[in-house]
């Protein structure tokens, strides 16, 4: 666990009294003076461009709201200060395409998408604790998704305190150009694992938010493979899905030390192999894996029996059977 006794004071940390209430900002805990003190989990220029504002979500609890609905409470000054020029910069590379997303520092990306993708566990969480509340019961998670979210909360104030990664990034990053219909809009994430894909314009973009490059090191590879090469939606996803797989068999809780030098606050990167002797990773199942590609090819119309008519290997669009790279703009299928 992040050994928090040793944080100096100005560190923020939500889970320690489990204050997920509108009337604190959710990056700083401060106090906010009003109500109105809120910000969209996903960006009014993103839901602006691609017309999400009134497109259903489903939470965890299978209610159904629509993206305008996600909020977060967050102090005014704490969103002009940090999160507005954060998001004007991640807007007008993501205006440009594929060349100004990679040229973008990618802790960045990081801060971006961890925003996103918090803003929705802060939602999950509120709505949970209202739910347990109404039932009379206790708002109940799991130690080691605190373990997560805590970490991922305390990274994200790299945003607006002198955090530093001493030496490692926290971080998987996957970035490809993808050959999208212009109007395309696809954003998935996986909470548990703390994975997030988006696919618009003309690239598609996953992060692995708390796994010290551990996914991006387990698929080199293949991503080495695929290089600059233009892929085909169906390729990407199939990519996605790999990832997304390869980040539920990921089998360790990062820990870090937190280690206050001067005004700076250093993260330091326990050894993820840490005590245990056995993988960082589970053993790959190729039907689980199928099921995955199932999903991710759902637009497709795909079934888990064809994907794995052949069980050692399944269906690929990304390789041939020799492991070349199949050209995305030779697939034909409809979309």
Excluded at 32 to 54: C, H, N
Excluded at 154 to 162: A, C, R, Y
Excluded at 247 to 275: K, S
Aim: proline letters at 5%.
């Amino acid at each position: 666990m992040c050994i928090f006794a040793a944080m100096p004071a100005q560190i923020y940390n939500p889970f320690s009294t489990f204050n997920f209430s509108n009337r604190n900002c959710f990056l700083t805990g401060e106090a906010l003076t009003s109500a109105e003190e809120k910000i969209q989990v996903f960006p009014q220029w993103l839901m602006s461009r691609y017309k999400l504002e009134d497109q259903p979500l489903k939470m965890l609890d299978e209610n159904m709201i629509t993206y305008k609905d996600l909020k977060v409470p967050c102090k005014a000054s704490v969103n002009e200060a940090f999160l507005e020029p954060l998001e004007a910069e991640i807007a007008a590379a993501f205006d440009i395409g594929y060349e100004a997303v990679k040229a973008l520092d990618d802790l960045k990306l990081f801060q971006w998408a961890g925003k996103m993708l918090y803003g929705v566990i802060f939602n999950e969480i509120q709505s949970g604790i209202k739910q347990q509340h109404a039932q009379g019961e206790e708002f109940n998670i799991s130690q080691a998704i605190i373990h997560k979210f805590t970490n991922l909360h305390l990274m994200l104030q790299s945003l607006n305190l002198p955090v530093i990664f001493d030496g490692f990034k926290p971080y998987s990053i996957f970035l490809f150009k993808v050959d999208n219909d212009p109007d395309e809009f696809y954003y998935r994430d996986e909470i548990n694992t703390l994975t997030f894909s988006l696919r618009i314009k003309d690239f598609g973009l996953i992060l692995c938010l708390q796994d010290n490059g551990a996914n991006g090191r387990y698929h080199k590879e293949t991503v080495d493979k695929i290089g600059d090469a233009m892929l085909h939606p169906i390729q990407f996803e199939e990519f996605c899905g790999r990832v997304f797989y390869s980040a539920y068999l990921f089998n360790r809780l990062p820990e870090y030390n937190i280690l206050p030098v001067g005004d700076e606050i250093y993260l330091e990167a326990m050894p993820l192999r840490g005590m245990s002797s056995k993988p960082l990773f589970d053993d790959w199942m190729p039907k689980t894996y199928g099921q995955v590609l199932e999903s991710f090819w759902k637009n497709w119309g795909f079934l888990l029996f064809e994907i794995i008519k052949n069980p050692e290997q399944p269906m690929s669009f990304l390789f041939n059977a020799d492991g070349s790279l199949i050209n995305g703009s030779t697939i034909e299928l409809s979309r």
